[in-house]
Each structure stands twice: as structure tokens, then as C-alpha cells.
């Protein structure tokens, strides 16, 4: 093969590779805005990683040994595709007016964004068939155990390796849009450039501030405001809102932790 060929050749896979990301990109914002829910949503965000990163090993220590690799979704895979759907200002502020009682509407956020998810999943596999692709996804809370409280394929984990945020003080993943939304993910083995992973800190906290609003948001101090969680006591917390609310569905989650300061967006200063 001559020099000027693998020149050649190399341009070409660089612009399939960016045409698949915008391809991803697009498919994500364009089933978000399609939705057809009664929950209003922003723009969403969109991060990838390389499947063969070291930061998903890592996941076996840091989450636990049960969490899975890439290649456990889908042999071969190649990369790994993460999206943060964020709830409308409107949703976030429904849950923020009173300390304890969850709102319906977060509720209601919660369950239609596990669906949409699963739909943006879908579209997302039948784009990259369309390309000649395989692509394999974990459903929006199907890996959570319930009865371990661990979980098999962590969404807000992916999110982190694939560049779209870092964890807060309140174990919830902090996005440039924000923290109050839901994430979801997918494996591929299109061979896709990763995101930067910004060294930035956005959790106002870790970088040396002195903001614990979300632990004193926490109703049943799950929290307690040293980056430590009860994971037994928002666990227990989750299912007695699942309880009141059973006619919705299974809408085992609170949020009251995060409809703070970094709800919405990095605070820019402290609050």
C-alpha cells in the first residue's frame, strides 16, 4: 500500500467516524424534542468513550465486581455512547418547593424518561444497522439490584468516563446542563473518537467550597454532607415514594438532592 493510499485511507475513516457521531448526536436531540411526554426536557447532551478505556475496569472496584465491561454488552464493542436527558426548569422547580414530599410531576419525569431512554436506544440501533453497525444497550434501572443495592451497568459512571460530567458531593453526576435529568447509554463497535474528559471540578464542594445544600435537602439524611451515602436509608426513602404513588407505576426515586444549586447547571460561584 503506497503512503499517499493510507493517507487516503486514513482521512476517510476519520470523516465515517465524525459523520457516526453526528449521526448518534442528532438521533439523541431529535427523539428527545419528539417526545411526546408530559414531561418537558433541554437539549440533551451527548459523550463518547472508547470501549477498551481503563476507566471501565475501574468501575469493578470503584462500583462493585458484579459491574460489567462494554464487551459484556456487546463482544467486540468498540465504543461506548452516553446521553444526559435533563428535565425543563419547570420539573426541577415542582420537586423544590417542599422539603419532603416529592412531586408528582418528578415522578412522572422519572418513569417517561426511563421509557424514552429505552426509545432513544432503539432509534440509536436502528441507525447504526442502517450503517452497517451493532450496538447493544442496559435498560435505564434494569441492572440496579434491589436486594445487593448494586448495579451491573452504572449510566451515571459511563457518563463520567465518556466526558459529560463528574460526580458531586450527593453521588449524582454533574453536567454542564446540570445534574436533575436521567442518563442513558450504549455500547457499539463503530470505532468512535472519545469526548475530552474535563479535569474540571463542577461540584461547588469539591472544589473547595462550602456548599451542602444537597445533604440538607436530603429529608431522611442519607447525606451527610461529607460525601458519604446511606445507601440503605435512599433506598428505603425511594420505595416509600414508590408506595405513595403506586398509581403511576413504579416511581422508586426522590431528587430532593438534586434540585440545588447544580440542578440546572455548574454554579458559577457559591450559592
Known sequence: MSERTSRREGRDRTAGESQIRELITRTVRSVVADAHTATAYRPPLVGFAAADDPAFA?????????????ADLLPGAASVVSFFVPFA??????????KARVAREWAVAYLETN???????????????????ASASAPATGS?????????????????????????????????AGCAGRFGSL???????????????LCVNKSGGTCKEC?????????????????ELCWAR???????????????????CAVGPCSMGPPSSEE
Open 58 to 70: 475501574d468501575l469493578k472496584r470503584l462500583v462493585g465486581p458484579e459491574h460489567g465491561l462494554p
Open 89 to 98: 426548569a419547570e420539573v426541577v422547580e415542582a420537586n423544590r418547593v417542599r
Open 187 to 201: 455500547v457499539t463497535d463503530a470505532v468512535l473518537k472519545p469526548s475530552h474528559r474535563s479535569l474540571r471540578e
Open 238 to 256: 425511594c420505595k416509600a415514594v414508590a408506595r405513595r404513588l403506586d398509581e403511576l407505576g413504579l416511581a422508586e426515586v426522590c431528587g430532593k
Open 144 to 176: 440496579f439490584d434491589r436486594e445487593t443495592l448494586a448495579c451491573g451497568w452504572s449510566h451515571k459512571s459511563v457518563a463520567v468516563i465518556a466526558g459529560l460530567g463528574c460526580f458531586g458531593l450527593h453521588h449524582m453526576v454533574i453536567t454542564e
Open 115 to 133: 421509557d424514552l431512554i429505552g426509545t432513544v436506544c432503539e432509534r440509536l440501533d436502528e441507525e447504526l444497522r442502517g450503517e452497517g453497525f
Open 215 to 231: 445533604a440538607s435537602r436530603c429529608p431522611v439524611g442519607a447525606l451527610d454532607g461529607a460525601g458519604n451515602l446511606n445507601r
